[in-house]
């Protein structure tokens, strides 16, 4: 492990176990269906990469950048399109891909965003979900681990823009970013 986390919360192979039963549980509930899967950007995109190959039915695929960080650990509460759809989503079935469920504030905001363009529907799955600090009124159809408040790198999630290459989810510790 490296020295810059606390703990390893997630091996690769736990991680590919959790995805696949994801991709099993999106299978069955989108049967007849051609969803398309928006990711957000830049932290879903190893995991939305195993989650469509876990996924065994038609789909499209599409994604969006946001951004509501700064450089921080804590979000700034406003949320900024930087990349829109590329796509009309009218009347489509529609699975935003994150990578955690933190404040909440950019998930709501991207799903009243999508409401607004009326699709037949909105399903949210995300990789991780930090219930304990939820202000914005917002849950996940589909999550793939609840975590206590920690702040979490890896497997496309980053701090200060690194570590989103490692291959499974560190806590990193708390003197790196205080
Ligand atoms: P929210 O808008 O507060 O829910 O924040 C969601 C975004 O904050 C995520 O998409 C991540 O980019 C970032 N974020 C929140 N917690 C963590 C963490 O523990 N590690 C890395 N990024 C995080
Ligand atoms: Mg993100």
Do not use: H, W
Not at 18 to 41: E, S
């Amino acid at each position: 492990m490296r020295e810059d986390l606390e703990t390893i919360f997630a091996s690769e192979e736990k991680l590919q176990e959790r995805v696949r039963a994801l991709g099993a549980q999106i299978t069955r509930d989108y049967q007849g269906k051609t969803p398309l899967f928006v990711g957000v950007l830049k932290g879903c995109f190893i995991f939305m990469a195993d989650l469509v190959r876990a996924c065994d039915v038609m789909c499209t695929v599409d994604f969006m950048v946001v951004s509501s960080y700064g450089d921080g650990t804590t979000s700034t509460g406003a949320v900024k399109i930087v990349k829109d759809l590329s796509e009309n989503i009218e009347g489509k079935d529609i699975i935003i891909v994150e990578d955690i469920l933190d404040s909440g504030n950019t998930l709501s905001y991207l799903k009243s965003y999508m409401e607004a363009r009326k699709p037949a529907s909105i399903r949210i799955v995300t990789l991780m979900d930090k219930p304990d600090r939820r202000t914005a009124d917002v849950t996940a159809d589909y999550v793939g681990f609840e975590i206590p408040d920690a702040f979490v790198v890896g497997y496309g999630l980053d701090y200060q823009q690194k570590y989103r290459n490692l291959p499974y989810i560190g806590v990193l510790k708390p003197e790196i970013y205080s």
